[in-house]
């Protein structure tokens, strides 16, 4: 009678497909919970313990780590192994049903402390699929529940799965140790060991784990393959879900992970639109209905084709303040179901991804150079040490200082070299992504027109001459805030004083390439 040994966290299918295994004339072998499981479901199950002789250990820590079972899993059928099999009294075992620990669900809770961490690190689990993995020669190895039916259906044909499906099955096995063990590994190199204190330091080696969730039409650019990985295997897109609307493009997700960002760092009702990774405007306002226009207003040309994100759940009134204006997507927290109809039916194209979570900085950023990569913490905004110093003769009134605080905000998440000039709450225009900072500032002028009179102005770094500040003061703008640190800061403030110009120094620099 051929062995098939289950022992599982994940109890999915569990009782179904055990059931069939049985009907195909398999004994069925389970250790601990899951043999408590099936012995409900009224199956017959023998326990581990009986097949080792040796009962479970240290509250179920030691359960499959024995000769009995490793032994039978590892024997490649071969007469010498076969031998000694006989002799130690084991048998051969050809079927291995495990999944493991939730490692990663539980670390994902709040507040979770480093003792139930560490109690959610498999081990017997980890041996057993690996072990099984090793031997598909002669084994089959099944960790994910999804698979249960094609194995239940190549059994059913042919008493056995088929070297190709065994081997699948085992590179699946070995990608979920490996996914495990980074886990791991991640969760054990970052500082959250009682009584350790939060670091920014980045660890000296760096686990990834990555899973395709979706091929993607293409990417950037037609001739280029792409698609979209997770890190936790779950959820679409920035762990959102698609409601509606065609398939998100490689650009699109681009552009709306860069618009979700920003508009995470708003605590009232604020809207983003975003063009090539780009703001083209950004406002708050008493809902988000209200800031769209102020939004849309800031550039409303570039605004066609870009995707937009909100902070606030869209309704009707959202989606018809929209108006004509054609948008690739929309990220939001959540969709009223009236809204979702509404824009399906007006835009059934536009793609609508809900996304639960806001950006909170908590990951890290990696990027791909030539040979390696480029790792850094996100931006979250200023350190908590920050002082906003006034260095001009004039100090700013308070809605001036109302519309820099806002501006800087919003400086923040604009291509470098990044201008914007700002009211108190919504862009007027925006340039970055500028190789001169003064053709930025041109550009924002531009881009604001009439409303740069008596508007203020932000900029991600320093100037690093006056003509930045003259062409704005051309433009009517009245104060800018700015990290200062040139070695021409004196003339910047000089240029500034003499044109009337209040400024804040912030000490911080926002550089987003």
Not at 301 to 310: E, H, K, Q, T, Y
Request: net charge negative; hydrophobic share 40%.
């Amino acid at each position: 009678m051929p062995r098939a040994l289950l022992s599982v966290s994940d109890k999915t299918g569990l009782i179904d497909f055990a059931s069939q295994l049985s009907y195909l004339g398999f004994e069925i072998v389970a250790s601990g919970g899951t043999a408590q499981t099936l012995q409900d479901a009224g199956l017959k199950v023998t326990s581990v313990e009986k097949l080792t002789g040796a009962q479970e250990m240290l509250g179920g820590r030691v359960k499959t780590l024995h000769p009995a079972v490793h032994a039978g899993i590892l024997s490649r059928r071969t007469p010498q192994d076969n031998a000694e099999l006989e002799s130690a009294g084991y048998e051969d075992i050809e079927l291995v049903i495990c999944n493991l620990y939730p490692f990663q669900q539980t670390i994902a809770k709040p507040g979770i402390t480093l003792q139930d961490a560490i109690e959610q690190i498999d081990i017997g689990g980890v041996a057993l699929l690996r072990a099984a993995a090793k031997n598909f020669l002669n084994v089959t190895v099944v960790c994910d529940p999804a698979d249960y039916d094609r194995v239940a259906a190549a059994l059913a044909y042919s008493n056995e799965a088929d070297l190709a499906l065994r081997r699948d099955l085992a590179i699946k096995a070995f990608a979920h140790t490996r996914d495990y063990d980074t886990a791991i590994h991640a969760f054990l190199s970052r500082d959250l060991a009682p009584n350790m204190a939060a670091s920014d330091a980045l660890p000296p080696q760096l686990s990834i784990a990555a899973h395709q969730v979706e091929t993607l039409r293409y990417g950037e650019n037609p001739h280029q393959s792409a698609a979209y990985y997770s890190q936790d295997g779950r959820g679409g897109p920035l762990g959102g879900t698609v409601l509606g609307g065609k398939q998100l493009s490689y650009n699109n997700i681009l552009d709306l992970d860069a618009a979700w960002r920003a508009v995470s760092s708003y605590d009232v009702p604020a809207v983003v639109i975003v063009k090539h990774l780009n703001p083209t405007g950004i406002a708050t306002g008493a809902t988000i209905a209200d800031a769209y226009p102020a939004a849309l207003a800031s550039d409303s040309l570039s605004a066609f084709g870009g995707v937009i994100a909100v902070n606030q759940t869209v309704d009707e009134a959202f989606v018809s303040a929209l108006g004509s204006l054609f948008i690739e997507a929309i990220a939001a927290p959540s969709f009223r179901d009236e809204a979702v109809a509404q824009l399906s039916a007006g835009r059934k194209n536009c793609r609508l991804l809900q996304v639960p979570q806001p950006f909170d900085g908590t990951g890290i950023e990696i990027r791909t150079v030539h040979r390696g990569l480029l790792v850094q913490r996100s931006d979250m905004g200023d350190p908590d040490h920050t002082l906003l110093k006034t260095v001009t003769l004039r100090t700013p009134t308070g809605e001036e200082m109302t519309a820099l605080r806002f501006g800087w905000k919003a400086v923040q998440h604009v291509k470098s070299n990044a201008i914007v000039i700002a009211g108190a709450n919504t862009t007027y225009g925006i340039g970055g992504g500028l190789s001169s900072r003064v053709d930025s500032v041109k550009l924002a002028v531009e881009k604001a027109g009439e409303r740069a009179q008596g508007a203020v102005l932000a900029s991600d770094a320093f100037f690093p001459f006056p003509d930045g500040i003259e062409t704005a003061g051309a433009a009517g703008i009245t104060a800018i805030i700015q990290p200062g640190g040139s070695i021409r800061d004196s003339e910047v403030i000089e240029t500034a004083n003499r044109l009337g110009m209040a400024m804040i120094f912030t000490g911080t620099r926002h550089f987003r390439h």
